[in-house]
């Protein structure tokens, strides 16, 4: 298995605006997944980009893949208080383990 | 319909004492997956089981064990607790059936919140 690495570390943003985080990763993957964990709770799934995807959409949040690059951004547009939360990226080899990052500590401020 | 329990909540143990950590997962769910995440760092992956048997186990000393039943609910345990194991220990459950839906995506639970004095 492989770890993805989230930048940045932190961020604060004002309420309405975007924000973007930033993983990267080391070797081949078959899809990429990102996780947001609310202060010192479970992990819930947020999305899944397959390696042979470009980018993909869920609501506000939207994930690009770049595979020759090794690395994968999730913007979270018009974002509100309640956003407020850890987020990881989780690359998935050829293993069935996912690993996490230390992840993007969020701020979004009202 | 239930999504992943843990038990206990909370837990306060002293350094060499042992703990055992529970977990049940979604039903349907074959594999669960055991995570440490100690404040203010990112999860790391202990254990994981697939239909009863270990499929994987990251970097953790031998004081670290896990097993998973008929019912696939799964247990962890770890001997000789010290200051440093205090922690977030998280399960989660997956469907692992490779191209169906959901596949290799985590659902966890709450944790438990494990501290050694």
């Known amino acids: 298995s492989q770890q993805g690495e989230e930048d940045p570390q932190a961020l604060s943003i004002q309420e309405g605006e975007n924000a973007t985080m930033n993983c990267s990763y080391k070797?081949?993957?078959?899809?990429l997944q990102w996780y947001r964990q609310n202060s010192g709770r479970g992990l819930v799934h947020l999305i899944l980009?397959?390696?042979?995807?470009r980018e993909k959409h869920s609501g506000r949040l939207r994930v690009t893949l770049d595979t020759s690059k090794k690395s994968s951004s999730l913007l979270i547009t018009a974002s509100r208080a309640a956003d407020t939360a850890s987020y990881f990226c989780a690359p998935r080899g050829a293993g069935n383990m996912l690993t996490f990052g230390g992840g993007t500590r969020l701020m979004v401020k009202p | 319909d239930a999504g992943v329990t843990q038990s206990p909540t909370h837990l306060i143990k002293t350094r060499g004492q042992h703990v055992t950590l529970r977990c049940s997962p979604i039903s349907g769910h074959k594999s669960v997956s055991w995570y440490q995440q100690v404040l203010g760092q990112g999860p790391q992956f202990i254990f994981q089981y697939y239909e009863k048997e270990e499929r994987g186990r990251g970097n953790f000393p031998d004081r670290f064990s896990a097993r998973q039943f008929p019912n696939y609910s799964s247990e962890l345990n770890v001997n000789a607790l010290l200051l440093g194991d205090s922690a977030l220990y998280l399960c989660?459950?997956?469907?692992?059936?490779?191209?169906?839906?959901?596949?290799?995506?985590?659902?966890f639970g709450a944790g438990s919140r494990l501290t050694v004095l």
């Open positions: 989660a459950s997956s469907s692992m059936k490779e191209g169906g839906p959901g596949a290799n995506v985590l659902t």
């Open positions: 070797t081949s993957i078959n899809n």
């Open positions: 980009i397959r390696s042979n995807e």
